[in-house]
């Protein structure tokens, strides 16, 4: 039987339909799965009801997994393929340090120099509205820029910090901003990234890009902003909202997203991530 696929957005996503991913899958259907991963850039299965093991197992299916030494407040206790992004208070009453995790726009380990290949996500609890992630086509970006942007951006390279700063600013977060800086130096990503699979260039931005290599961060802001605003037209973004057990599958090479926080915060809301390794890109920068 072919695979079912249902169109998600017009500009990118689908989700896979009749797909048990805790069942034993053959490597044919698997390669079927992850040519629907390269054309649509993010895939949804809904009624995932499975266990870590078996979310780490599909997840290892995409390639080698992250272990989250880059981020070690955020990883499961038992499972360091798992990374919470939860705002379920610590076992101790503390508030949870990845309660803002992703709530700028970025793909995900950016600010690594092995950015991820990408990432799976599978959502426990959602509160009783909002929760929504939304999701950007990188590919859409670039290829409706100009010949002339496109020409001024070639070989840019954007510098990304790890870190949620301006939520950390606000909140109490800051311990956990400053451990993150001092694990992860400052890493300069090309600002036109080429799909190491399908050949395809994309607008490898975000909000995690503070200035351009060899520019001053107020030369490079107005043009930061310029591309993260055009990256994020509502024509190349999908709204994803949740339902307990999906697992949405993103490509971190040609897309990006950012979690909303438009909900109840006395409401819990708790996801689990694996993240799968890229290939190398970038270099650390001395000084960001
Ligand atoms: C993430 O950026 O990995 C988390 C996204 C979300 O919680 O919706």
């Known amino acids: 039987m072919p695979l079912k696929l249902r169109r ?5 996503g689908a989700e896979v339909c009749e797909v048990d991913v805790s069942r034993p899958m053959s490597e044919t259907r698997f390669g079927e799965i992850y040519q629907a991963f390269l054309a649509h850039g993010i895939l949804l299965f809904r009624n995932q009801d499975i266990t870590r093991e078996q979310h ?7 390639g080698e997994l992250d272990r989250h030494e880059a981020l070690p407040r955020d990883r499961h206790p038992k499972y360091p393929e798992i990374l919470l992004v939860t705002n379920e208070p610590n076992p101790d009453g503390t508030p949870s340090d990845s309660r803002y995790t992703g709530r700028q726009w970025h793909s995900d380990m950016s600010f690594t120099t092995s950015p991820s290949l990408g ?19 990188m590919y859409l970006a670039y290829e409706t820029l100009s010949d002339g942007m496109k020409k001024l951006i070639a070989d840019l390279h954007g510098i990304h910090l790890s870190g949620t700063r301006k939520i950390a600013n606000a909140t109490t977060g800051i311990a956990r901003a400053e451990e993150q800086r001092r694990i992860n130096p400052p890493v300069a990503q090309p600002v036109v990234r080429v799909h190491p699979e399908t050949g395809r260039k994309a607008l490898y ?6 200035r351009f290599d060899g520019m001053t961060e107020e030369e490079s802001r107005p043009l930061i902003d310029y591309l993260n605003g055009h990256a994020t037209r509502p024509e190349f973004v999908y709204r994803h909202q949740w339902r307990a057990n999906d697992i949405l599958v993103w490509d971190n090479r040609c897309t990006m997203h950012q979690a909303l926080g438009d909900f ?3 409401q819990r809301r708790h996801m689990e991530r694996t993240t799968v390794l890229g290939t190398p890109s970038g ?3 001395a000084d960001a």
């Open 8 to 12: 998600l957005s017009h500009a990118l």
């Open 56 to 62: 780490v197992e599909f997840s290892r299916r995409f």
């Open 119 to 137: 990432s799976l996500l599978r959502c426990f609890t959602i509160p009783e509205v909002g929760g929504d992630t939304l999701f950007a086509s």
């Open 205 to 210: 931005v975000g909000e995690k890009v503070k």
């Open 264 to 266: 109840d915060e006395s």
């Open 283 to 285: 270099y650390v920068v």
